[in-house]
T-cell receptor
Framework: DVKVTQSSRYLVKRTGEKVFLECVQD?????MFWYRQDPGLGLRLIYF???????EKGDIPEGYSVSREKKERFSLILESASTNQTSMYLC?????????????FGEGSWLTVV | RKEVEQDPGPFNVPEGATVAFNCTYS??????FFWYRQDCRKEPKLLMS???SGNEDGRFTAQLNRASQYISLLIRDSKLSDSATYLC???????????FGTGTQLKVEL
């Protein structure tokens, strides 16, 4: 079974803090994604990566950055957390998207910024 | 207009009922579609893929109507365990992009 692991499940951070969300997948997938999910807004893509050291902005990249130094690991960084970044963050991975391959999600990281 | 639109529900149905959800999409370049199931406070999980006209898997049937740009999900003989939010997803190859609907909530009751 594909396993996408988000190490931090529940976090409470203060405004202005730097936040790291880590994600690891064990299926040698090329693509990795970070989404956030908010009530009434659905899943919104923050960043994605199709290869090591490669990254592409999604629909809402402002206030976030990412790092992919190894194929299996994709990190989301909030340089200076703000209260409007309180959300559930979902990491996902997939094979190449040539035909829309299945995307597998981690269990989610619930971030509260106070 | 949202690229993928779903009725948020909730759809409250008795156990054993047949229920159908529709999802409309605005991008005619969308190549394939998916239905994901998401339980409360859990991650989405793939339910079905829809590449051509439709797909059937047990009690679940997904259909695609490209002319009218909608996808439907039919659930027959609903079970209590079917209670969840169902997300419609479109894939557009040109932009290598997945677009998620906001989901339709289903509650199956005794």
């Amino acid at each position: 079974d594909v396993k996408v692991t988000q190490s931090s499940r529940y976090l409470v951070k203060r405004t202005g803090e730097k936040v790291f969300l880590e994600c690891v997948q064990d299926m040698d997938h090329e693509n990795m994604f970070w989404y956030r999910q908010d009530p009434g807004l659905g899943l919104r893509l923050i960043y994605f990566s199709y290869d090591v050291k490669m990254k592409e902005k999604g629909d809402i990249p402002e206030g976030y950055s990412v790092s992919r130094e190894k194929k299996e690991r994709f990190s989301l960084i909030l340089e200076s957390a703000s209260t409007n970044q309180t959300s559930m963050y979902l990491c996902a991975s997939s094979l190449l998207m040539s035909s829309g391959n299945t995307i597998y999600f981690g269990e989610g990281s619930w971030l509260t910024v106070v | 207009r949202k690229e993928v639109e779903q009725d948020p529900g909730p759809f409250n149905v008795p156990e054993g009922a047949t229920v159908a959800f529709n999802c409309t999409y605005s991008n005619s370049a969308s190549q394939s579609f998916f239905w994901y199931r998401q339980d409360c406070r859990k991650e989405p999980k793939l339910l079905m893929s829809v590449y051509s006209s439709g797909n059937e898997d047990g009690r679940f049937t997904a259909q695609l109507n490209r002319a009218s740009q909608y996808i439907s999900l039919l659930i027959r003989d609903s079970k209590l365990s079917d209670s969840a939010t169902y997300l419609c997803v479109s894939f557009t190859g040109g932009g290598n992009k997945l677009t998620f609907g906001t989901g339709t909530q289903l509650k199956v009751e005794l």
